[in-house]
């Protein structure tokens, strides 16, 4: 999208059936570049305003959730971080220390940084619509859902001993510590990865041959290992509580 204008094709955007009047005059408006100033910066101004005034009237209004003075002769029970990294706390439920506090957080922020040059698509630019990138939006949405759910796990259902407790349970009540785990052997747990991305790398271009096509075989093979990665949480989460699977991959230098 230009820096001022944001044309919107109607060839790109207008369905297919153009019979009606109301299609037609939707599709020769979207025709016509609007400037991005004034009309949406002024509109963006706006809702930031309406926004921080909300925030400012709430701070105003409800005391923070502030905890007495710190007392080094009790830690509280159960410590946990701010509400931002609870779900990387609540990763450490399931990963290694280094895998959920560095690598995951590395990942995510690379990944991230990685969209604008793995999908160098232009179609629907400037459109806010589902139907055209369905699969990319589904994908991002997933992990953006994760994300928000493994905070509200750890924030709201955590409690003394970092045990899961349901809203109506009471944490006065101690819960028994985790049953024993198990770890995979390696000469499964191995396999079975090598399975798991070959598989992943594979599916994808026989299903949508136009997502290889499109990319090319480096970006291709980047954008769904960043996706298998993703993926792989919750079904690593998956196998800790049905399974009692504690580690998928056990060496001498790291564990999965």
Do not use: C
Not at 46 to 57: D, E, F, G, K, R
Not at 113 to 126: C, E, K, Q, V
């Amino acid at each position: 999208m230009d820096a001022h204008t944001a044309p919107v094709s109607a060839q790109d955007s207008a369905p297919r059936s153009v019979g009606s009047s109301l299609v037609t005059r939707h599709s020769s408006l979207i025709t016509d570049p609007v400037a991005v100033f004034p009309y949406l910066v002024y509109k963006e101004f706006l809702a930031a305003l309406v926004v921080s005034i909300l925030l400012l009237i709430w701070s105003l209004g409800i005391d923070a959730p502030l905890l007495p003075e710190a007392n080094p002769g009790k830690t509280e029970n159960p410590a946990k971080a701010p509400w931002y990294f609870v779900g990387l706390q609540e990763l450490l439920v399931y990963f290694d220390p280094w895998i959920a506090g560095v690598a995951i957080p590395t990942l995510i922020i690379v990944g991230l940084m990685s969209i604008p040059y793995l999908d160098t698509s232009r179609n629907a630019t400037g459109t806010y619509t589902f139907s055209v990138r369905r699969l990319a939006l589904s994908h991002f949405l997933f992990g953006f859902a994760l994300w928000w759910m493994l905070i509200a796990i750890g924030q709201f259902l955590r409690g003394p001993n970092w045990q899961f407790y349901w809203p109506w349970q009471d944490w006065s009540i101690a819960k028994s510590a985790e049953e024993s785990l198990w770890n995979v052997p390696w000469w499964i747990g191995l396999p079975a990865l090598v399975a798991y991305f070959a598989a992943g790398l594979a599916l994808p271009k026989r299903r949508w041959p136009w997502l290889f096509e499109r990319l090319g075989r480096s970006r291709y093979v980047a954008a769904v290992t960043f996706t298998l990665l993703m993926y792989g949480i919750p079904l690593k989460i998956l196998l800790r509580l049905l399974l009692r699977v504690k580690y998928v991959l056990v060496t001498p230098w790291f564990n999965v």
